[in-house]
Protein backbone atom coordinates (compact mmCIF):
# COMPACT_ATOMS: atom_id res chain seq x y z
CA UNK A 1 0.00 0.00 0.00
CA UNK A 2 3.00 2.25 0.97
CA UNK A 3 4.31 1.94 -2.71
CA UNK A 4 1.00 3.39 -4.21
CA UNK A 5 0.73 6.05 -1.88
CA UNK A 6 4.02 6.72 -2.70
CA UNK A 7 3.20 6.30 -6.34
CA UNK A 8 0.51 8.72 -6.07
CA UNK A 9 2.33 11.26 -3.97
CA UNK A 10 5.16 11.13 -6.58
CA UNK A 11 2.53 12.01 -9.41
CA UNK A 12 0.70 14.66 -7.26
CA UNK A 13 4.20 16.18 -7.18
CA UNK A 14 4.91 15.71 -10.74
CA UNK A 15 1.67 17.52 -11.88
CA UNK A 16 1.78 20.45 -8.96
CA UNK A 17 5.60 21.42 -10.27
CA UNK A 18 4.07 21.03 -14.19
CA UNK A 19 1.15 23.23 -13.49
CA UNK A 20 3.00 25.63 -11.33
CA UNK A 21 5.30 25.90 -14.68
CA UNK A 22 2.73 25.85 -16.97
CA UNK A 23 1.21 29.13 -15.21
CA UNK A 24 4.81 30.68 -14.83
CA UNK A 25 5.42 30.38 -18.59
CA UNK A 26 1.77 31.86 -19.42
CA UNK A 27 2.31 34.98 -17.04
CA UNK A 28 5.69 35.37 -18.10
CA UNK A 29 4.20 36.02 -21.58
CA UNK A 30 1.50 37.98 -20.38
CA UNK A 31 3.41 40.32 -18.71
CA UNK A 32 6.72 40.73 -21.73
CA UNK A 33 3.59 41.18 -23.87
CA UNK A 34 1.61 43.82 -21.57
CA UNK A 35 5.06 45.90 -21.22
CA UNK A 36 5.91 45.69 -25.01
CA UNK A 37 1.80 46.81 -25.61
CA UNK A 38 2.18 49.79 -22.80
CA UNK A 39 5.13 51.02 -24.65
CA UNK A 40 3.31 50.77 -27.79
CA UNK A 41 0.25 52.54 -26.60
CA UNK A 42 2.09 55.54 -25.30
CA UNK A 43 4.01 55.54 -28.02
CA UNK A 44 1.19 56.28 -30.04
CA UNK A 45 -0.87 58.32 -27.26
CA UNK A 46 2.03 61.06 -27.27
CA UNK A 47 3.17 60.51 -30.73
CA UNK A 48 -0.22 60.91 -32.24
CA UNK A 49 -0.72 64.36 -30.70
CA UNK A 50 2.33 66.07 -32.24
CA UNK A 51 1.49 64.31 -35.59
CA UNK A 52 -0.08 67.15 -38.17
CA UNK A 53 0.54 68.10 -41.80
CA UNK A 54 3.10 70.79 -40.66
CA UNK A 55 4.99 68.26 -39.23
CA UNK A 56 6.28 66.74 -43.11
CA UNK A 57 5.82 70.64 -44.61
CA UNK A 58 8.09 72.98 -42.06
CA UNK A 59 11.51 72.62 -40.94
CA UNK A 60 12.47 71.91 -37.30
CA UNK A 61 11.42 75.34 -35.45
CA UNK A 62 13.22 77.23 -32.99
CA UNK A 63 12.15 76.80 -29.37
CA UNK A 64 9.06 78.05 -28.97
CA UNK A 65 7.93 78.70 -32.73
CA UNK A 66 5.55 76.28 -34.59
CA UNK A 67 7.61 74.09 -37.37
CA UNK A 68 7.66 70.79 -38.13
CA UNK A 69 10.87 67.67 -39.02
CA UNK A 70 10.84 68.15 -43.16
CA UNK A 71 14.76 69.00 -43.17
CA UNK A 72 15.08 66.11 -40.93
CA UNK A 73 13.59 63.63 -41.93
CA UNK A 74 14.32 64.27 -45.93
CA UNK A 75 18.33 64.95 -44.19
CA UNK A 76 17.60 61.13 -42.80
CA UNK A 77 15.95 59.72 -46.13
CA UNK A 78 19.18 60.87 -47.97
CA UNK A 79 21.58 59.27 -45.32
CA UNK A 80 19.82 55.97 -45.20
CA UNK A 81 19.81 56.04 -49.30
CA UNK A 82 23.18 56.91 -49.36
CA UNK A 83 23.92 54.22 -46.93
CA UNK A 84 21.87 51.74 -49.09
CA UNK A 85 23.60 52.28 -51.90
CA UNK A 86 27.13 51.45 -50.27
CA UNK A 87 26.08 48.66 -48.38
CA UNK A 88 23.66 47.10 -50.68
CA UNK A 89 27.37 47.27 -53.27
CA UNK A 90 29.34 46.00 -50.62
CA UNK A 91 27.27 43.67 -49.22
CA UNK A 92 25.92 41.74 -52.63
CA UNK A 93 29.76 41.17 -53.75
CA UNK A 94 31.10 40.07 -50.05
CA UNK A 95 28.16 37.47 -49.72
CA UNK A 96 28.86 36.59 -53.16
CA UNK A 97 32.27 36.17 -52.40
CA UNK A 98 31.40 34.09 -49.62
CA UNK A 99 28.90 31.82 -51.24
CA UNK A 100 30.49 31.35 -55.00
CA UNK A 101 34.32 32.05 -55.10
CA UNK A 102 35.88 31.18 -51.20
CA UNK A 103 36.89 27.98 -50.80
CA UNK A 104 36.16 27.37 -46.94
CA UNK A 105 39.06 28.16 -46.15
CA UNK A 106 40.61 29.97 -42.76
CA UNK A 107 39.94 33.68 -44.76
CA UNK A 108 36.69 32.87 -45.66
CA UNK A 109 35.53 31.57 -42.62
CA UNK A 110 37.39 34.46 -40.48
CA UNK A 111 35.32 36.50 -43.03
CA UNK A 112 31.87 34.68 -42.11
CA UNK A 113 32.59 35.11 -38.21
CA UNK A 114 34.17 39.06 -38.16
CA UNK A 115 30.76 39.66 -40.24
CA UNK A 116 28.89 37.69 -37.60
CA UNK A 117 30.30 39.72 -34.53
CA UNK A 118 29.93 42.93 -36.61
CA UNK A 119 25.59 42.00 -37.23
CA UNK A 120 26.02 42.69 -33.76
CA UNK A 121 28.75 44.85 -32.28
CA UNK A 122 27.58 48.21 -30.75
CA UNK A 123 26.72 50.92 -33.01
CA UNK A 124 28.56 53.73 -30.66
CA UNK A 125 31.92 51.89 -31.65
CA UNK A 126 31.29 52.38 -35.71
CA UNK A 127 30.65 55.82 -34.84
CA UNK A 128 33.87 56.38 -33.01
CA UNK A 129 35.85 54.37 -36.03
CA UNK A 130 34.24 56.80 -38.73
CA UNK A 131 35.07 59.82 -36.87
CA UNK A 132 38.72 58.67 -36.70
CA UNK A 133 38.35 58.14 -40.70
CA UNK A 134 36.19 60.72 -41.82
CA UNK A 135 34.93 63.33 -39.28
CA UNK A 136 38.94 64.33 -38.01
CA UNK A 137 40.90 64.20 -41.30
CA UNK A 138 38.40 66.51 -43.19
CA UNK A 139 37.71 68.97 -40.06
CA UNK A 140 33.96 68.47 -40.12
CA UNK A 141 31.02 66.76 -38.87
CA UNK A 142 29.55 65.68 -42.35
CA UNK A 143 26.85 63.57 -43.97
CA UNK A 144 29.56 61.73 -45.58
CA UNK A 145 30.82 60.35 -42.30
CA UNK A 146 26.84 59.44 -41.03
CA UNK A 147 26.35 57.96 -44.20
CA UNK A 148 29.85 55.97 -44.10
CA UNK A 149 28.90 54.88 -40.12
CA UNK A 150 25.24 54.03 -41.37
CA UNK A 151 27.02 51.55 -44.16
CA UNK A 152 29.23 49.85 -42.13
CA UNK A 153 26.13 48.77 -39.97
CA UNK A 154 23.91 47.75 -43.23
CA UNK A 155 26.43 45.79 -44.93
CA UNK A 156 27.10 43.06 -42.79
CA UNK A 157 23.55 42.68 -42.53
CA UNK A 158 23.11 42.21 -46.43
CA UNK A 159 26.18 40.19 -46.59
CA UNK A 160 24.82 37.45 -44.89
CA UNK A 161 21.15 37.69 -46.47
CA UNK A 162 23.10 37.44 -49.58
CA UNK A 163 25.26 34.28 -48.47
CA UNK A 164 22.29 32.10 -47.52
CA UNK A 165 20.27 33.15 -49.79
CA UNK A 166 23.12 32.28 -52.73
CA UNK A 167 23.60 28.87 -50.85
CA UNK A 168 19.96 27.97 -50.87
CA UNK A 169 19.99 28.09 -54.75
CA UNK A 170 20.18 24.47 -56.56
CA UNK A 171 23.90 23.19 -57.76
CA UNK A 172 21.92 23.08 -61.45
CA UNK A 173 21.45 26.27 -61.75
CA UNK A 174 25.46 27.13 -61.56
CA UNK A 175 25.88 23.74 -63.43
CA UNK A 176 23.28 24.76 -66.35
CA UNK A 177 24.92 28.14 -66.71
CA UNK A 178 28.24 26.49 -67.14
CA UNK A 179 27.21 24.05 -69.70
CA UNK A 180 26.26 26.88 -71.29
CA UNK A 181 29.90 27.85 -71.61
CA UNK A 182 28.74 31.35 -69.69
CA UNK A 183 31.34 32.85 -67.98
CA UNK A 184 31.25 32.29 -63.86
CA UNK A 185 30.50 36.06 -63.18
CA UNK A 186 27.92 35.98 -66.09
CA UNK A 187 26.36 33.08 -64.49
CA UNK A 188 26.29 34.42 -60.47
CA UNK A 189 24.73 37.93 -62.13
CA UNK A 190 22.24 36.88 -64.85
CA UNK A 191 20.88 33.67 -63.00
CA UNK A 192 21.65 33.17 -59.09
CA UNK A 193 21.22 37.15 -58.25
CA UNK A 194 17.86 37.07 -60.15
CA UNK A 195 16.91 33.66 -58.57
CA UNK A 196 18.23 34.88 -55.35
CA UNK A 197 16.90 38.45 -55.56
CA UNK A 198 13.88 38.14 -53.25
CA UNK A 199 16.08 37.00 -50.70
CA UNK A 200 18.88 39.57 -51.20
CA UNK A 201 15.95 42.53 -50.83
CA UNK A 202 13.87 40.89 -48.02
CA UNK A 203 18.25 41.22 -46.53
CA UNK A 204 17.89 45.16 -47.72
CA UNK A 205 14.65 45.91 -46.70
CA UNK A 206 15.73 44.46 -42.86
CA UNK A 207 19.07 46.53 -43.07
CA UNK A 208 17.18 49.58 -43.81
CA UNK A 209 14.92 49.26 -41.26
CA UNK A 210 17.92 48.52 -38.84
CA UNK A 211 19.50 51.64 -39.89
CA UNK A 212 16.71 54.24 -40.47
CA UNK A 213 16.25 54.38 -36.48
CA UNK A 214 20.44 54.09 -35.34
CA UNK A 215 21.31 57.12 -33.14
CA UNK A 216 24.22 56.59 -31.73
CA UNK A 217 26.31 56.15 -34.62
CA UNK A 218 25.32 59.84 -35.84
CA UNK A 219 26.00 61.68 -32.85
CA UNK A 220 29.77 62.44 -33.50
CA UNK A 221 29.54 61.67 -37.45
CA UNK A 222 26.74 63.65 -39.41
CA UNK A 223 25.82 65.59 -36.14
CA UNK A 224 22.65 67.27 -37.03
CA UNK A 225 21.47 70.75 -38.75
CA UNK A 226 18.67 73.10 -38.17
CA UNK A 227 18.49 73.63 -41.88
CA UNK A 228 17.96 71.46 -44.60
CA UNK A 229 20.98 70.52 -46.60
CA UNK A 230 22.11 67.73 -48.99
CA UNK A 231 25.78 68.74 -48.98
CA UNK A 232 27.49 65.74 -48.62
CA UNK A 233 30.79 67.72 -46.73
CA UNK A 234 28.43 69.34 -44.24
CA UNK A 235 26.20 68.46 -40.84
CA UNK A 236 23.03 67.06 -42.10
CA UNK A 237 19.47 66.93 -40.47
CA UNK A 238 18.59 63.51 -39.00
CA UNK A 239 15.33 62.59 -37.38
CA UNK A 240 16.89 60.30 -34.87
CA UNK A 241 19.95 62.79 -33.50
CA UNK A 242 16.90 65.21 -34.08
CA UNK A 243 14.73 63.17 -31.45
CA UNK A 244 17.28 62.53 -29.35
CA UNK A 245 18.31 66.59 -28.85
CA UNK A 246 14.50 67.78 -28.84
CA UNK A 247 13.59 65.13 -26.23
CA UNK A 248 16.40 66.02 -23.74
CA UNK A 249 15.32 69.69 -23.98
CA UNK A 250 13.27 71.90 -21.59
CA UNK A 251 11.14 73.15 -24.47
CA UNK A 252 7.47 71.00 -25.15
CA UNK A 253 7.18 72.16 -28.39
CA UNK A 254 10.45 70.07 -29.16
CA UNK A 255 9.55 67.21 -27.04
CA UNK A 256 5.80 67.15 -28.54
CA UNK A 257 8.20 67.05 -32.01
CA UNK A 258 10.43 64.31 -30.53
CA UNK A 259 7.87 61.96 -29.86
CA UNK A 260 5.95 62.80 -33.21
CA UNK A 261 9.36 61.75 -34.62
CA UNK A 262 9.74 58.40 -32.78
CA UNK A 263 6.29 57.37 -33.79
CA UNK A 264 7.78 57.77 -37.35
CA UNK A 265 10.48 55.75 -36.79
CA UNK A 266 8.60 53.36 -34.74
CA UNK A 267 5.98 52.81 -37.83
CA UNK A 268 8.52 52.81 -40.46
CA UNK A 269 10.51 50.12 -38.92
CA UNK A 270 6.92 47.87 -37.81
CA UNK A 271 6.10 48.30 -41.09
CA UNK A 272 9.09 47.54 -43.21
CA UNK A 273 9.97 44.57 -40.64
CA UNK A 274 5.60 43.19 -41.30
CA UNK A 275 6.27 43.75 -45.28
CA UNK A 276 9.60 41.05 -44.81
CA UNK A 277 7.60 38.86 -43.71
CA UNK A 278 4.46 39.16 -45.85
CA UNK A 279 6.99 38.82 -48.82
CA UNK A 280 9.11 36.18 -47.26
CA UNK A 281 5.61 34.05 -46.63
CA UNK A 282 4.30 34.94 -50.42
CA UNK A 283 7.77 33.26 -51.06
CA UNK A 284 7.42 30.44 -49.35
CA UNK A 285 3.97 29.45 -50.56
CA UNK A 286 5.06 29.50 -54.57
CA UNK B 1 37.18 38.68 -80.30
CA UNK B 2 36.91 41.99 -78.57
CA UNK B 3 34.04 40.85 -76.65
CA UNK B 4 35.90 37.45 -75.70
CA UNK B 5 38.86 39.65 -74.63
CA UNK B 6 36.79 42.24 -72.49
CA UNK B 7 34.72 39.07 -71.02
CA UNK B 8 38.35 37.38 -69.88
CA UNK B 9 39.22 40.32 -68.24
CA UNK B 10 35.72 40.75 -66.54
CA UNK B 11 35.79 37.69 -64.87
CA UNK B 12 38.87 37.84 -63.12
CA UNK B 13 37.52 41.83 -62.13
CA UNK B 14 34.66 40.60 -60.42
CA UNK B 15 35.82 37.60 -59.02
CA UNK B 16 38.32 40.46 -57.35
CA UNK B 17 36.24 42.98 -56.14
CA UNK B 18 33.69 40.34 -54.57
CA UNK B 19 37.00 39.39 -52.71
CA UNK B 20 37.43 42.99 -52.29
CA UNK B 21 34.60 43.53 -50.25
CA UNK B 22 34.62 40.98 -48.10
CA UNK B 23 37.97 42.05 -47.30
CA UNK B 24 36.60 45.43 -46.93
CA UNK B 25 34.67 44.24 -44.16
CA UNK B 26 37.16 42.62 -42.45
CA UNK B 27 39.48 45.71 -42.71
CA UNK B 28 36.46 47.35 -40.82
CA UNK B 29 36.80 45.18 -38.01
CA UNK B 30 40.40 45.54 -37.69
CA UNK B 31 40.63 49.44 -38.49
CA UNK B 32 37.87 49.58 -35.80
CA UNK B 33 39.75 47.96 -33.44
CA UNK B 34 43.44 49.34 -33.92
CA UNK B 35 42.35 52.89 -34.52
CA UNK B 36 40.56 52.59 -31.08
CA UNK B 37 43.55 51.34 -29.51
CA UNK B 38 45.57 54.19 -31.24
CA UNK B 39 43.23 56.73 -30.40
CA UNK B 40 42.97 55.44 -26.55
CA UNK B 41 46.74 54.86 -26.16
CA UNK B 42 47.57 58.69 -24.83
CA UNK B 43 44.99 58.21 -21.93
CA UNK B 44 46.03 54.66 -21.53
CA UNK B 45 49.29 55.35 -21.06
CA UNK B 46 49.49 58.67 -18.78
CA UNK B 47 46.87 57.12 -16.20
CA UNK B 48 47.89 53.48 -16.76
CA UNK B 49 45.80 51.42 -14.39
CA UNK B 50 44.07 54.23 -12.75
CA UNK B 51 41.79 54.65 -15.78
CA UNK B 52 40.35 51.33 -14.73
CA UNK B 53 40.43 51.85 -11.10
CA UNK B 54 39.62 55.74 -10.08
CA UNK B 55 36.80 57.17 -10.50
CA UNK B 56 38.03 61.04 -11.18
CA UNK B 57 36.15 62.52 -14.19
CA UNK B 58 37.35 65.74 -14.63
CA UNK B 59 37.67 67.25 -18.06
CA UNK B 60 38.49 70.53 -16.22
CA UNK B 61 41.37 69.21 -14.88
CA UNK B 62 42.22 67.15 -17.86
CA UNK B 63 42.67 64.00 -15.49
CA UNK B 64 40.21 60.83 -16.12
CA UNK B 65 39.54 57.88 -14.71
CA UNK B 66 36.95 55.32 -16.16
CA UNK B 67 36.14 53.48 -13.03
CA UNK B 68 32.73 54.81 -13.30
CA UNK B 69 31.32 53.88 -16.46
CA UNK B 70 33.09 50.93 -16.88
CA UNK B 71 31.33 49.50 -13.34
CA UNK B 72 28.04 51.04 -14.64
CA UNK B 73 28.16 49.16 -18.06
CA UNK B 74 28.83 45.69 -16.55
CA UNK B 75 26.23 46.71 -13.68
CA UNK B 76 23.23 47.41 -16.01
CA UNK B 77 24.05 44.63 -18.72
CA UNK B 78 24.38 41.63 -15.99
CA UNK B 79 21.19 43.06 -13.80
CA UNK B 80 19.33 43.43 -17.04
CA UNK B 81 20.30 40.07 -18.00
CA UNK B 82 18.68 38.99 -15.01
CA UNK B 83 15.68 40.47 -15.66
CA UNK B 84 15.12 39.52 -18.88
CA UNK B 85 16.49 35.90 -19.17
CA UNK B 86 13.84 34.49 -17.01
CA UNK B 87 11.14 36.07 -18.64
CA UNK B 88 12.72 35.42 -21.89
CA UNK B 89 13.04 32.30 -21.34
CA UNK B 90 9.24 30.99 -19.86
CA UNK B 91 7.79 33.28 -23.21
CA UNK B 92 9.66 31.08 -25.41
CA UNK B 93 8.50 27.88 -23.53
CA UNK B 94 5.01 29.24 -23.20
CA UNK B 95 5.08 30.09 -27.29
CA UNK B 96 6.46 26.36 -28.28
CA UNK B 97 4.43 24.04 -25.78
CA UNK B 98 1.40 25.75 -24.37
CA UNK B 99 0.40 28.52 -26.47
CA UNK B 100 -3.32 27.56 -28.54
CA UNK B 101 -2.15 27.05 -32.19
CA UNK B 102 -4.01 29.88 -33.08
CA UNK B 103 -2.07 32.56 -31.04
CA UNK B 104 1.36 30.98 -31.74
CA UNK B 105 1.95 32.94 -35.14
CA UNK B 106 0.49 36.09 -33.95
CA UNK B 107 2.25 36.04 -30.77
CA UNK B 108 5.82 34.96 -32.38
CA UNK B 109 5.31 37.14 -34.90
CA UNK B 110 4.56 40.30 -32.53
CA UNK B 111 7.93 39.37 -30.34
CA UNK B 112 10.26 39.16 -33.55
CA UNK B 113 8.93 43.06 -34.70
CA UNK B 114 9.04 44.19 -31.66
CA UNK B 115 12.95 43.15 -31.20
CA UNK B 116 13.09 45.44 -34.22
CA UNK B 117 12.22 49.14 -32.94
CA UNK B 118 14.85 51.51 -32.46
CA UNK B 119 16.47 51.55 -28.88
CA UNK B 120 15.79 55.69 -28.87
CA UNK B 121 12.10 54.86 -28.53
CA UNK B 122 12.84 52.51 -25.78
CA UNK B 123 14.90 55.63 -24.15
CA UNK B 124 12.25 58.23 -24.46
CA UNK B 125 9.73 55.90 -22.77
CA UNK B 126 12.00 55.39 -20.19
CA UNK B 127 12.19 58.63 -19.46
CA UNK B 128 8.95 60.53 -20.00
CA UNK B 129 6.50 57.07 -18.96
CA UNK B 130 8.53 54.70 -16.65
CA UNK B 131 10.61 56.81 -14.97
CA UNK B 132 8.16 59.14 -13.19
CA UNK B 133 5.62 56.17 -12.24
CA UNK B 134 8.92 54.33 -11.37
CA UNK B 135 10.13 56.72 -9.05
CA UNK B 136 6.53 57.61 -7.51
CA UNK B 137 5.58 53.49 -7.30
CA UNK B 138 8.60 51.96 -6.75
CA UNK B 139 11.36 53.74 -5.51
CA UNK B 140 10.68 55.79 -3.15
CA UNK B 141 8.25 53.42 -0.97
CA UNK B 142 11.43 50.83 -1.15
CA UNK B 143 13.48 54.02 -0.08
CA UNK B 144 11.10 54.61 2.52
CA UNK B 145 11.09 50.68 3.80
CA UNK B 146 14.35 49.61 3.75
CA UNK B 147 16.51 50.83 7.22
CA UNK B 148 19.14 53.01 6.51
CA UNK B 149 22.30 51.28 8.08
CA UNK B 150 20.80 47.53 6.00
CA UNK B 151 21.97 45.79 3.79
CA UNK B 152 18.68 46.82 1.91
CA UNK B 153 19.31 49.97 2.84
CA UNK B 154 22.76 50.11 0.50
CA UNK B 155 21.57 48.72 -2.35
CA UNK B 156 18.34 50.85 -2.20
CA UNK B 157 19.93 54.03 -1.97
CA UNK B 158 19.70 56.93 -4.55
CA UNK B 159 17.68 59.60 -5.85
CA UNK B 160 14.34 58.91 -6.20
CA UNK B 161 13.53 61.09 -9.27
CA UNK B 162 12.99 57.56 -11.74
CA UNK B 163 16.17 57.92 -13.44
CA UNK B 164 19.86 55.80 -12.21
CA UNK B 165 21.29 52.58 -12.54
CA UNK B 166 18.31 50.50 -11.86
CA UNK B 167 15.50 52.10 -14.33
CA UNK B 168 18.75 52.29 -17.08
CA UNK B 169 18.71 48.13 -16.33
CA UNK B 170 15.39 47.69 -16.74
CA UNK B 171 15.03 49.66 -20.00
CA UNK B 172 17.88 47.45 -21.14
CA UNK B 173 15.95 44.36 -19.80
CA UNK B 174 12.66 45.37 -22.36
CA UNK B 175 14.90 45.85 -25.21
CA UNK B 176 16.87 42.60 -25.43
CA UNK B 177 13.35 40.35 -23.99
CA UNK B 178 11.92 40.39 -27.25
CA UNK B 179 15.21 39.47 -28.96
CA UNK B 180 16.18 36.52 -26.80
CA UNK B 181 12.86 35.71 -26.43
CA UNK B 182 12.71 35.30 -30.43
CA UNK B 183 15.71 33.63 -30.60
CA UNK B 184 15.26 30.90 -28.07
CA UNK B 185 12.17 30.33 -29.64
CA UNK B 186 13.59 29.57 -32.78
CA UNK B 187 16.08 27.28 -31.15
CA UNK B 188 13.40 25.40 -29.36
CA UNK B 189 11.37 25.02 -32.67
CA UNK B 190 14.68 23.64 -34.34
CA UNK B 191 14.30 20.49 -32.02
CA UNK B 192 13.10 17.40 -34.67
CA UNK B 193 9.25 16.54 -33.46
CA UNK B 194 10.19 13.16 -32.45
CA UNK B 195 12.71 14.50 -29.75
CA UNK B 196 9.78 16.21 -28.21
CA UNK B 197 7.40 13.31 -29.25
CA UNK B 198 9.18 10.84 -27.34
CA UNK B 199 9.75 12.05 -24.12
CA UNK B 200 6.20 12.94 -24.25
CA UNK B 201 5.49 9.33 -25.15
CA UNK B 202 7.01 7.84 -21.94
CA UNK B 203 4.67 9.77 -20.10
CA UNK B 204 6.64 12.89 -19.30
CA UNK B 205 5.20 16.21 -17.99
CA UNK B 206 5.93 19.18 -19.96
CA UNK B 207 7.95 20.47 -17.53
CA UNK B 208 9.77 17.37 -17.80
CA UNK B 209 9.94 17.39 -21.25
CA UNK B 210 11.57 20.92 -21.16
CA UNK B 211 14.01 20.36 -18.41
CA UNK B 212 15.20 17.18 -19.26
CA UNK B 213 15.07 17.17 -23.12
CA UNK B 214 14.30 20.44 -24.91
CA UNK B 215 17.03 22.57 -22.18
CA UNK B 216 19.65 20.11 -22.70
CA UNK B 217 19.46 19.33 -26.42
CA UNK B 218 19.73 23.24 -27.15
CA UNK B 219 21.79 23.82 -24.36
CA UNK B 220 25.14 25.09 -26.38
CA UNK B 221 23.14 27.12 -28.79
CA UNK B 222 20.91 28.59 -25.98
CA UNK B 223 23.61 30.04 -23.67
CA UNK B 224 24.87 31.71 -27.08
CA UNK B 225 21.80 33.11 -27.48
CA UNK B 226 22.08 34.79 -24.07
CA UNK B 227 25.17 35.67 -24.82
CA UNK B 228 24.41 37.54 -27.93
CA UNK B 229 21.37 39.54 -25.94
CA UNK B 230 24.14 40.45 -23.60
CA UNK B 231 26.07 41.59 -25.95
CA UNK B 232 23.77 43.87 -27.23
CA UNK B 233 23.21 45.20 -23.77
CA UNK B 234 26.91 45.92 -22.93
CA UNK B 235 26.69 48.15 -26.53
CA UNK B 236 23.46 49.92 -26.18
CA UNK B 237 23.70 53.42 -26.19
CA UNK B 238 20.51 55.92 -26.70
CA UNK B 239 18.04 53.15 -24.12
CA UNK B 240 20.33 53.92 -21.34
CA UNK B 241 21.76 56.92 -22.03
CA UNK B 242 17.86 58.63 -21.40
CA UNK B 243 17.85 57.19 -18.35
CA UNK B 244 20.70 56.65 -16.40
CA UNK B 245 20.98 60.15 -14.97
CA UNK B 246 24.78 60.63 -15.88
CA UNK B 247 26.92 61.01 -13.24
CA UNK B 248 30.62 60.03 -13.69
CA UNK B 249 30.94 58.48 -9.89
CA UNK B 250 30.57 55.17 -8.95
CA UNK B 251 27.17 54.92 -8.28
CA UNK B 252 26.29 54.27 -4.43
CA UNK B 253 23.45 52.10 -5.02
CA UNK B 254 20.42 50.59 -7.36
CA UNK B 255 18.74 53.86 -7.30
CA UNK B 256 21.81 56.33 -7.70
CA UNK B 257 22.68 57.86 -11.03
CA UNK B 258 25.90 56.77 -12.88
CA UNK B 259 26.76 56.14 -16.25
CA UNK B 260 27.73 53.01 -19.14
CA UNK B 261 30.70 53.49 -21.31
CA UNK B 262 28.38 54.41 -24.11
CA UNK B 263 26.29 56.91 -22.43
CA UNK B 264 29.52 58.47 -21.24
CA UNK B 265 30.73 58.45 -25.39
CA UNK B 266 27.02 59.47 -26.56
CA UNK B 267 27.22 62.63 -24.43
CA UNK B 268 30.79 64.00 -24.34
CA UNK B 269 32.24 62.87 -27.55
CA UNK B 270 30.98 65.46 -29.57
CA UNK B 271 31.90 67.85 -27.44
CA UNK B 272 34.80 67.25 -25.99
CA UNK B 273 37.98 69.43 -26.99
CA UNK B 274 40.77 68.57 -25.31
CA UNK B 275 42.98 65.91 -26.52
CA UNK B 276 43.22 63.90 -23.48
CA UNK B 277 39.38 64.00 -23.32
CA UNK B 278 38.69 62.52 -27.10
CA UNK B 279 41.66 59.63 -26.31
CA UNK B 280 40.12 59.19 -22.66
CA UNK B 281 36.63 58.54 -24.49
CA UNK B 282 38.57 56.60 -27.48
CA UNK B 283 40.44 54.62 -24.39
CA UNK B 284 36.52 53.49 -23.09
CA UNK B 285 35.30 52.83 -26.62
CA UNK B 286 38.01 50.50 -27.09
CA UNK B 287 38.09 48.80 -24.07
CA UNK B 288 34.15 48.64 -24.46
CA UNK B 289 35.40 46.99 -28.18
CA UNK B 290 37.04 44.56 -26.12
CA UNK B 291 34.33 43.15 -24.03
CA UNK B 292 31.75 43.28 -26.53
CA UNK B 293 33.53 41.53 -28.76
CA UNK B 294 34.98 38.49 -26.67
CA UNK B 295 31.04 38.15 -25.25
CA UNK B 296 30.52 38.34 -29.09
CA UNK B 297 32.93 36.22 -30.36
CA UNK B 298 31.77 33.35 -27.53
CA UNK B 299 28.30 33.85 -28.64
CA UNK B 300 28.47 33.37 -32.41
CA UNK B 301 31.26 30.19 -31.79
CA UNK B 302 28.24 28.63 -29.32
CA UNK B 303 25.40 29.62 -31.01
CA UNK B 304 26.68 28.63 -34.75
CA UNK B 305 26.54 30.20 -38.20
CA UNK B 306 22.88 30.84 -39.11
CA UNK B 307 21.00 31.96 -35.91
CA UNK B 308 20.17 35.26 -34.34
CA UNK B 309 20.69 38.96 -35.97
Redesign the interface.
Known sequence: MSGFTGIFDRRGR??L??AT??I??????V???V??A??LA??LR?GIGGLDLAVFTEDTPPPGAPGGLRNALLGSLFLCSAAMTIAV??????G???A???TDNWY?K?????????????????G??V???AVRPLHS?SALAGALALA?IA???V??ATE?VLRLQPRALREAGAGLGT????T??RILWKASAGGIITGAL?AF??I?????PL??TS?NNQFFSLNLLKPIANL?VT??SF??SPYEDW?RL??AG?LL??FT??SI??LV?ILASKRRRT | MLAQARGALAEPFFRYACGAAATALLCAMGGLCILLAIGGWPALSTFGLSFFTSTTWNPVTDVYGGAGPILGTLITSVVALLIALPLAFFTAVFLTEFCPQFLRRPIGIAVELLAGIPSIVYGMWGLFVFAPVFAKYVEAPLMAWAAPDSIWGKIFTGIPNGSGVFTASIILAIMILPYIAATLRELFLSIPPRVRESAYGMGCTPLEVVWSVIVPYVRRSAIGAVMLGLGRALGETMAVTFVIGNSHRLPRGLFDSGATISSIIANEFAEATSPMHISALLALGFLLFLITFAVLAIARALLGHGHGT
Request: with cysteine; hydrophobic share 60%; charged share 10%.
Open positions: RRANFVVCTLATVALVLIISLKTVGMLATWLEYSATVRFINDVLLSAPSILVLFYVIFLAPITRDPIWIIRLARSGETALFLPIFALQAWSIAVLNTR
